[in-house]
């Protein structure tokens, strides 16, 4: 027999079914039994009366919270029924898995008059059992969530003739300056993990592909314990070629990310409001840009936020966070570019203008940073300069031939995954990504 999934049991009212899923709820009463089984699409009630189903008392003695049956029965619409208005009436119940007492609590258990309630487990703790703890509808909505942002992205890409590219992830020297890395035992040699694909996204720029994305895994060696850093996580980048400025590069990205919410908004907008309390709110274009020195004067001006002379070349955690309330208010928008960085903040395969200023943004959404962007430097001579200037000319050198041999103008940026999902519900990355890594957690 197919199995049905329980979101679509209104159209098999009335008909012998197979549903499988996890046992959420079990109600064990002397004449009557009450079962909710949850799959990936929903939950239903199984009704079992015992003195009409004796055959199926000894599957009711194995039932745990979280066992796993299959379940053959017919479903009946009852306007008795709260959940979905079904139930199940089972001639069979399968218990295909056994599950033993649960080490974490997933939710809390609010108190009544006759109980005390019962606390979530920590973070550390669900982490350590991430399993258990992905089985919630509110985990596996997240989840459901990312996979429609990877979606909708590379959907609107390869409608705009871009081609999806794989990079490796052992590389021969650090993709990124400023960053540490992960150094790893290449037979006799030293290899070390991505930072990003950035060089072999460029190389598919000289090597006339024209427009490239990928999504894959990035690895920063960072000893950072925030809300929103994490040792590995899903990186979505893309490269294209011909443009005319990083303006095009900004508007990649602008239309993009306003593509890809309401994607999101139309799917999955009312279970994000109802589980998590936020909104997806569609962005009206174009997004506010602004320099970064435009955005210290702002902040100072607004909340009387000040940093040091030395720092004003780069953006302050705290100023990130504070350009949220700013853009807010200026402008009425949740996203913000900012521009004009100081050329040693800023990666050496930036180009910069006469002036010497990186061609480059970062774009904030939520008052976190979730792209640095810029037109590269294609030219070979000018970016072997820039490598030079920052002592790293013998380490990139089989990047730099990449530019020796011509190679079209051309910009991207990058996004992370596990980012975007932490600010589309407001919660911690740790809790955004399917498993967390961290400079103290590898495993499970």
């Not at 709260?82 to 007492?101: F, L, T």
């Not at 004067?297 to 040091?308: A, H, I, M, N």
């Amino acid at each position: 027999m197919e199995r049905v999934y329980i979101k679509d049991i209104h159209s098999h009212t009335g008909e012998k079914i197979l549903l499988q899923g996890f046992v959420e709820n079990f109600r064990d009463g002397k004449a009557m039994a009450f079962i909710v089984m949850k799959d990936i699409t929903g939950k239903v009630q199984v009704t079992v009366e015992k003195e009409k189903l004796p055959g199926l008392l000894p599957a009711l003695e194995q039932i745990t919270q979280d066992s796993v049956i299959s379940v053959v029965g017919v479903a009946y619409e009852s306007e008795y029924v709260k959940m979905g208005g079904i139930e199940v009436i089972p001639e069979e119940i399968i218990v295909e898995s056994v599950a033993a007492a649960l080490p974490i609590q997933r939710e809390e258990i609010p108190a009544t008059k006759k109980r005390p309630g019962v606390p979530k487990s920590g973070i550390d703790d669900r982490l350590n059992y991430r399993w258990i703890d992905l089985r919630t509808e509110k985990n596996q909505l997240m989840f459901k969530v990312q996979t429609e942002v990877t979606r909708a992205m590379r959907e609107f890409l390869c409608e705009r003739g871009f081609l999806e590219i794989h990079t490796p992830k052992l590389i021969g020297a650090a993709s990124e300056s400023g960053s540490d890395v992960f150094e790893v035992k290449y037979f006799d040699r030293t290899a070390y993990l991505a930072q990003s694909p950035q060089f072999y996204k460029q190389m598919a720029m000289a090597s006339g592909f024209e427009r490239i994305f990928e999504c894959g895994p990035v690895f920063r060696a960072e000893k950072s314990y925030t809300s929103k850093h994490t040792t590995e996580f899903t990186g979505f980048d893309l490269e294209f070629s011909y443009i005319t400025s990083f303006r095009d590069v900004m508007k990649m990205e602008e239309d993009l990310l306003t593509y890809t919410l309401k994607c999101v908004s139309e799917k999955y907008g009312e279970e994000i409001k109802e589980q998590f309390g936020l909104e997806v709110i569609v962005p009206e274009q174009p997004f506010p840009i602004v320099t970064l020195k435009e955005l210290y004067d702002g902040l100072e001006k607004d909340f009387g936020f000040t940093v040091p002379e030395s720092e004003k070349g780069d953006l302050t955690t705290e100023a990130e966070r504070l350009s949220y309330e700013w853009v807010k208010k200026n402008y009425n928008h949740e996203f913000l570019f900012v521009t004009d960085y100081a050329a040693e903040k800023r990666a050496f395969y930036h180009m910069r203008d006469e002036q010497g200023v990186p061609q480059g943004y970062d774009l904030i959404w939520r008052g976190v940073e979730i792209t640095t962007g810029a037109q590269r430097e294609h030219r070979y001579d000018v970016l072997k300069a820039q490598a030079e200037e920052k002592g790293l000319a013998e380490d990139v050198k089989f990047y730099l031939e990449f530019f020796k041999y011509g190679c079209p103008p051309h910009g991207g940026f990058g996004l992370g995954i596990d980012r975007l999902t932490m600010l589309l519900v407001g919660t911690h990355i740790s809790e955004a990504m399917f498993l967390f890594r961290n400079p103290k957690r590898l495993t499970p």
